[in-house]
């Protein structure tokens, strides 16, 4: 075995080097700009259908007949399948080795491996004829969403100066399409066929499958992962050694890994507050998971489907704005913005539900509400951790930081699962969100550095000290 690995290694340092000499601009750009647009709008679309259908499924599996998101079988409905959400958190403990693996085997195939994985996440909801295969499948599909492989691509062959731009224009663009989810539920929906929320989810995973596959046969390495890989394929043993031990003082790591992620993240004044901030706002995200059910509950199964074509259009424009500001006004500035428009957002939603503003009011609302979260999250959680993160640990850090942040996102579930049995579901958003996402803010404005502009090869552990 120790012989045939240098072998392997020489194999794969002179296909590197190879695949590092071709091209990178131009059409190539272009092309994976397009195929990781694509990705992202898979990702996205599998993370809020099963919010979308949610209602739907859970009168068709249930036996609901009453239709009704306020009755006590409905209610326990709810109960029975919050908790699963909650205990998806656990994948979270996961993740990080598995998104560390990337750092040593590249990007490609995970990317692959998580388009694909979401596409067989929502075969298995779709086929669900009980309530734990549907269970399994929304488990199946949390694991592989939160992973985000797509971000790391575009921020790794994106040029430094366009870098939140193309980021944003992607989930932008990718947002837009959640707008597809009303389009195919006003076509496939209908109040007499329980099971037709079934149709809603088959060109998705046709979609998943298919450019799953496109983006691990047709595109390249990241030029960043390539040059890292080749420079350590490069060293002697005796030199890995010794880079090995310089790791060891610094809390770093050429090729990553989660332990070393945590300590680093920890002793790295930058990470542990944005983790401190992410932790805390994203206690608040709980919401986007029940948005359908007190839509349900104030308008028609038509108007809902409205509200799920519009909203998307203004989450995806303010996505797409936030990351031309980001790269102008810088990552700090646009958070506070965006965090700010997700809090007042969310109060619009609320009210236009419970006064009957209808199906625009609520849809624009929402969207404003959502778009400011995600572009603000995205923005702490993935833009700002890889722009303070060492290249060999970049991936290791945005997993692991993931993880800790899944704690948030506990805390915010259950708080909602304990606190639904006694108040309206629209006022506990208000109750939960308000006063985590403005601690949130006041913390990330305060204590963060801006990371704008930062160059992604010469970051060091000492960069944000």
């Not at 998580?114 to 075969?123: D, S, Y």
């Not at 949390?142 to 731009?165: C, G, S, W």
């Not at 074509?309 to 303010?318: A, W």
């Given at each position: 075995m120790e012989n045939k690995r240098p072998e392997k290694e020489a194999r794969e340092l002179a296909r590197l080097k190879k695949q590092a000499a071709l091209p990178r601009a131009g059409l190539y750009l272009l092309f994976?700009?397009?195929?990781?647009?694509?990705?992202?709008?898979?990702?996205?679309?599998?993370?809020?259908?099963?919010?979308?259908?949610?209602?739907?499924?859970?009168?068709?599996?249930?036996?609901?007949?009453?239709?009704?998101?306020?009755?006590?079988?409905?209610?326990?409905?709810?109960?029975?399948?919050?908790?699963?959400?909650?205990?998806?958190?656990?994948?979270?403990?996961?993740?990080?080795?598995?998104?560390?693996?990337?750092?040593?085997y590249g990007r490609?195939?995970?990317?692959?491996?998580?388009?694909?994985?979401?596409?067989?996440?929502?075969?298995?909801?779709?086929?669900?004829?009980?309530?734990?295969?549907?269970?399994?499948?929304?488990?199946?599909?949390?694991?592989?969403?939160?992973?985000?492989?797509?971000?790391?691509?575009?921020?790794?062959?994106?040029?430094?100066?366009?870098?939140?731009?193309?980021?944003?224009?992607?989930?932008?663009?990718?947002?837009?399409?959640?707008?597809?989810?009303?389009?195919?539920?006003?076509?496939?929906?209908n109040d007499s066929d329980a099971g037709s929320w079934r149709t809603v989810y088959l060109i998705p995973v046709i979609v998943a499958v298919a450019i799953g596959l496109v983006s691990y046969f047709l595109l390249r390495e990241t030029p960043v992962f390539t040059e890292q890989r080749i420079g350590f394929l490069e060293m002697s043993p005796q030199q890995r050694a010794l880079k090995a031990e310089e790791d060891k003082k610094n809390g770093t790591a050429e090729e990553g890994g989660v332990f070393r992620a945590i300590r680093f993240i920890f002793m790295n004044r930058q990470l542990r507050w944005i983790l401190i901030a992410g932790f805390l706002f994203f206690a608040t995200t709980f919401y986007t998971s029940y948005y359908a059910t007190v839509?349900?509950?104030?308008?028609?199964?038509?108007?809902?489907?409205?509200?799920?074509?519009?909203?998307?259009?203004?989450?995806?424009?303010?996505?797409?704005l936030s990351g031309f500001f980001s790269d102008k006004l810088g990552r700090k500035k646009v958070c506070v913005i965006l965090g700010s428009l997700a809090l007042f957002g969310l109060l619009m939603f609320v009210l236009a539900c419970r006064l009957g503003w209808g199906p625009a009011a609520a849809g624009i609302?929402?969207?404003?509400?959502?778009?400011?979260?995600?572009?603000?999250?995205?923005?702490?959680?993935?833009?700002?951790?890889?722009?303070?993160?060492?290249?060999?640990?970049?991936?290791?850090?945005?997993?692991?930081?993931?993880?800790?942040?899944?704690?948030?996102?506990f805390v915010g579930q259950v708080l909602f699962i304990i606190l639904q049995n006694f108040m309206p579901m629209d006022l506990l958003f208000l109750l939960i969100c308000v006063p985590f996402m403005a601690v949130s803010l006041i913390l990330l404005a305060v204590k963060v550095k801006e990371t704008k502009n930062a160059d992604l090869d010469s970051i060091t552990a000492e960069t944000y000290q």
């Open positions: 994976v700009m397009i195929v990781l647009t694509i990705v992202y709008v898979v990702d996205e679309i599998t993370s809020n259908v099963n919010s979308a259908m949610q209602p739907y499924v859970l009168f068709d599996l249930f036996r609901i007949g009453s239709r009704d998101v306020n009755s006590p079988e409905y209610s326990g409905a709810i109960n029975t399948v919050a908790p699963w959400q909650v205990a998806s958190n656990l994948f979270l403990i996961i993740s990080p080795f598995y998104k560390a693996l990337s750092d040593k490609r195939v995970f990317l692959m491996i998580n388009t694909v994985g979401m596409g067989i996440g929502m075969l298995i909801v779709m086929t669900s004829g009980s309530v734990m295969q549907y269970i399994l499948g929304m488990l199946f599909m949390m694991f592989f969403t939160p992973n985000d492989m797509q971000v790391l691509y575009i921020m790794e062959t994106a040029p430094k100066e366009k870098r939140a731009t193309y980021s944003f224009i992607a989930k932008g663009i990718a947002l837009i399409s959640v707008s597809l989810i009303g389009v195919m539920s006003k076509a496939f929906l839509l349900e509950g104030a308008m028609t199964t038509k108007m809902v489907s409205t509200v799920l074509i519009i909203y998307p259009f203004v989450n995806g424009g303010v996505t797409i609302a929402y969207g404003c509400s959502i778009g400011g979260l995600w572009s603000m999250s995205d923005t702490v959680i993935l833009t700002m951790p890889a722009e303070s993160s060492p290249s060999g640990m970049r991936s290791s850090v945005m997993g692991t930081i993931s993880v800790m942040i899944g704690a948030g996102m």
